[in-house]
Structures are given as structure tokens and as C-alpha cells.
């Protein structure tokens, strides 16, 4: 069984939610903190992919998973994902002989699919049937981490063999990808004198990727047909719960110590 056709309808469900969620008061409050939105971005685009380079380079990362965790890097990245992705394919098929080349045109078609359809008729759905969307949207919020989890276990079950073999590099892996997107955007708005609580926002939009995105990409029979290269996203995802998890919870205690 491929994953990848479970992974595409949780991935549309999610973004679907998305859309359901956005409202006129979400631009307005993009529109008014335009520095914190241009911070999150400059961190996501820029910051993100850099550290996945230097953390693939740093851990001697064979072809396929350095690509796997520069595209975690990538997701979410708007336009920008295939342009860091082509440069990626590149650099690696040169300095190692992999075979590895990135159909731009099918990845742009799958994300038009995957991503903006669903939050498009979500925010259709909200405006046309606002009690509606939000009945779908609470379902679909409870629904969501239960299904992130059941995927990452049948990907698990999928590829137990080679995830145990590579557990530890790509763990180390994941996990300074995590903490130092983390750290670099925390410094990063501290730097651009933003209050705690819009700190915390861009630490948790910069630092959590969509792992379910990188996984549809990697797996994808349109695209890189990897289930290898989806390996770091999965370690990723279950890594990244434990982080947030605990990053919530420090966040809060302090909050409840002020």
C-alpha cells in the first residue's frame, strides 16, 4: 500500500480546516502587524532552508534523506518551495552522482491541488455557510491529530526496517532542525523587539513544519516516488509533537509564574 493516498486526503482535510478558518479579522490582523508576518516569512523562507543545508551538510546525510529534510524545510513555502528544492536536487546530484531531479511543473500542479484548493472552498464554505463550516471545523479539529498519528504509524509499519536503522542520525537530525529553527527565530524577533506573545507565535510557526506536506511531496508517484526521502518527515512529525508539547508547557508555567 502506498501511503502517499492516505497522506493527500489528510492533507486537504487539513488545509480544507484551514480555509474554513480564515475570516476577514485574519487579513485585517495581517494588514496591522505586517513586521511580524514579514519576520515569520523572512523565517520560514530563508532561515529554515539554510539550517536544514547546514544540519544535512554538518551530519554527512546521504542524498535522498538530505533532501528529505531540506523539504521538510520547505513545507510550508509557498512559491518559494520549488526554487529552494531545485537548487537542493542540484547541488546534491553534483557533488554525489544521485540521480535526483525535481519535476517543478507536477509539484506546483500537486500544491495547487493539495493546498490552495482545499483552503479556497474552505473559505468558500465559511462564507456561504458560516454555522455550517464551523460544525465541519470542530470535527475536523479533533479529527486532525488523531489521523496525523494513524498515518505515522502505518508509515511506521511501512518502513520499520529502515526507520530503526536510521532512528538515531536522523533524529539528531530532526531534532537541530527543530531546536535551532526554534532558537533562530526566538533571537530573530527578540531582535526585532516583538512582545512575548507574538514571540511565541513565530517560534511555533518557524520551528513546526507540515510534515504531512513533505511526506505527499516525497511520496508523491508525481514527483520524487520516495518513500526514503519521507523518512526524516516522519521522524520529524513524532519528534515535533514531543517538542511542541514541551515548549507549551514551559511557556505556560511561565505564564502562570508572571
Avoid: H
Avoid at 474552505?122 to 479529527?143: E, H, I, N, Q, T
Avoid at 533524529?171 to 526585532?192: E, K, N, Q
Wanted: net charge positive; glycine share 8%; aromatic share 8%.
Amino acid at each position: 500500500m502506498n501511503t502517499v493516498w492516505i497522506v493527500m486526503p489528510v492533507l486537504m482535510a487539513l488545509m480544507f480546516l484551514l480555509g474554513t478558518e480564515l475570516n476577514a479579522a485574519s487579513f485585517a490582523n495581517v494588514a496591522r502587524n505586517p513586521k511580524a508576518v514579514l519576520t515569520g516569512m523572512v523565517g520560514q523562507i530563508v532561515l529554515l532552508p539554510l539550517l536544514a543545508f547546514g544540519v544535512g551538510w554538518a551530519l554527512g546525510l546521504s542524498p535522498v534523506y538530505f533532501m528529505g529534510l531540506v523539504l521538510i524545510a520547505c513545507c510550508p513555502g509557498g512559491s518559494s518551495l520549488p526554487f529552494i528544492m531545485e537548487i537542493a536536487s542540484r547541488l546534491v546530484s553534483q557533488q554525489t552522482g544521485a540521480d535526483i531531479n525535481l519535476p517543478v511543473g507536477k509539484l506546483l500542479v500537486q500544491n495547487i491541488v493539495l493546498l490552495f484548493v482545499p483552503i479556497a472552498a474552505g473559505a468558500v464554505f465559511r462564507r456561504v455557510a458560516p454555522k455550517s463550516a464551523s460544525r465541519v471545523g470542530k470535527v475536523l479539529g479533533k479529527a486532525a491529530f488523531p489521523a496525523l498519528m494513524l498515518l505515522a504509524l502505518l508509515f511506521f509499519l511501512q518502513y520499520t526496517k529502515e526507520i530503526l536503522e536510521n532512528f538515531t542520525l536522523l533524529g539528531l537530525a530532526t531534532a537541530s532542525l527543530i531546536l535551532l529553527a526554534m532558537l533562530c527565530s526566538s533571537l530573530l524577533s527578540r531582535v526585532a523587539g516583538f512582545t512575548p506573545a507574538v514571540r511565541r507565535t513565530i517560534v511555533i510557526e518557524v520551528g513546526m513544519q507540515n510534515a504531512a506536506q513533505a511526506i505527499a511531496i516525497a511520496f508523491s508517484p508525481f514527483i520524487f516516488n520516495s518513500g526514503e526521502m519521507a523518512i526524516p518527515a516522519i521522524i520529524y512529525a513524532l519528534l515535533m509533537n514531543i517538542v511542541l508539547l514541551a515548549y507549551v508547557y514551559v511557556v505556560r508555567r511561565r505564564c502562570g509564574q508572571a
